[in-house]
C-alpha cells in the first residue's frame, strides 16, 4: 500500500473519529435536562388569569387529600415519575429508596408526584410503594389531575413535566416550604450533593432572609396549615 493511500486511509478515520465524538457531545447536550434557570416561570400560565402556584395539593395513596402545607415544618425530597415506567423511573425511586434509608430516621420526607395519572390511581400507587418499601408516613406518592400536575411541576418546583415525561431532578424543599435545590439523581456527586444539602436543611432554625416562607404566611394570616384549608386553597388557585 502506498504512503499516499496510508496518509488518506489515516485522515478519513481521524475525520470520523472527530465526527463521532462531536455527534455524542450534541445528543448529550440535547438529552441533558435544561438548566433550571431557564424554567423558572415569570408569569401566570399563558391564557390564564390564575395566580402561580405557591402551595400544592393532590391525592395521596391512601386516598387522603396532601398537599405542600402538609409539609411544613419538614425537610422534604420532591421528585416525579410513573409507575409503568420499568427502567429509568424505577432506577430514580431505587435512589430514593437509598435516601429514605438513610434520611427518614432523621425526619426528611419523599414525595413523589406521578405524571401519569390516568394509569396511576391510587390502587397502582399503593402496589407501586410496596415494591420500593415505602414508609407510609416517611414517603408519599400523590396523583391528580394532568393538567394541575403540571403545574405543580413548573410552577412550585420550577421544572417541565408532562404526561409520562419529567425531568430527571430530586427537589430539596425545606421546613417552611422553599425549593431550596434541584439534583440529578443519574449524577453521583450531585446525589452528594443533595445529602449535604438534607442535613443543612435540617439545621436550619430559621428560614432563609430573601424568601416569604409559607409557613410565615399562613401563621400572620390565622391560617390553618391542615389538610383541609390546604385543599380549599388548592382548589381557589386551579
Request: charged share 25%.
Amino acid at each position: 500500500m502506498s504512503r499516499g493511500v496510508i496518509v488518506w486511509l489515516a485522515t478519513l478515520l481521524i475525520l470520523a473519529g472527530a465526527g463521532t465524538v462531536w455527534t455524542a457531545v450534541r445528543l448529550a447536550q440535547r438529552n441533558r435536562d435544561l438548566p433550571v434557570e431557564t424554567l423558572a416561570v415569570a408569569d401566570a400560565p399563558p391564557g390564564s388569569d390564575q395566580p402561580l402556584l405557591k402551595e400544592f395539593t393532590l391525592t395521596e395513596r391512601t386516598d387522603r387529600a396532601m398537599g405542600s402545607r402538609d409539609l411544613l415544618g419538614h425537610v422534604w425530597i420532591g421528585s416525579f415519575f410513573f409507575a409503568s415506567c420499568p427502567g429509568s423511573c424505577r432506577t430514580q425511586n431505587l435512589e430514593l429508596m437509598a435516601l429514605q434509608n438513610e434520611f427518614a430516621k432523621k425526619g426528611v420526607k419523599i414525595v413523589s408526584i406521578t405524571c401519569d395519572p390516568t394509569t396511576d390511581t391510587t390502587a397502582k400507587l399503593r402496589e407501586y410503594a410496596e415494591s420500593f418499601s415505602a414508609v407510609p408516613d416517611a414517603w408519599y406518592f400523590l396523583t391528580g389531575d394532568l393538567a394541575y400536575i403540571r403545574r405543580v411541576g413548573t410552577e412550585f418546583f420550577r421544572v417541565w413535566v408532562d404526561e409520562r415525561g419529567h425531568m430527571d431532578r430530586f427537589l430539596a424543599v425545606d421546613k417552611w416550604g422553599n425549593v431550596r435545590g434541584h439534583f440529578d439523581w443519574h449524577d453521583k456527586a450531585r446525589l452528594k450533593d443533595l445529602g449535604a444539602m438534607l442535613d443543612l436543611l435540617l439545621a436550619e432554625t430559621e428560614p432563609p432572609a430573601d424568601v416569604t416562607p409559607v409557613m410565615k404566611t399562613a401563621q400572620h394570616s390565622g391560617e390553618s396549615i391542615g389538610s383541609e384549608d390546604a385543599s380549599r386553597d388548592a382548589q381557589e388557585t386551579r
